[in-house]
């Protein structure tokens, strides 16, 4: 049951779902901004905004999931370690 909700929060770790939400939506965007027409560059000043507002985005979102994959979420200690019960531990005396 510990181990479940332990893989529970690393998979539902804010890193990763906003990682892959701006990894999904730079993704979008970018290929929005190789498809512009001239009229919409004129319009932005001849700056291909969906172009670089995508590439940024595919930037932030793969630095969120390096950074989840360098520091990994490290979940908590379960109660039978807390109480003293961990591995490689001994019993507790009788008497």
Known sequence: MEERSASAARL??????????FVVY????????FFVSDADLAKAQDVNI???????M?????????????SPTVPPPSRRET???GPG???PAEG
């Open 12 to 21: 539902f770790d804010i890193r990763r779902v906003i990682g892959v939400l």
């Open 26 to 33: 730079g993704l979008l965007v970018t290929i929005a901004g």
């Open 50 to 56: 969906n172009l670089w507002a995508g590439l940024s």
């Open 58 to 70: 595919l930037v932030l979102g793969l630095l969120f999931l390096l950074w989840l994959r360098l």
């Open 83 to 85: 109480e003293g019960g």
């Open 89 to 91: 531990a001994a019993p």
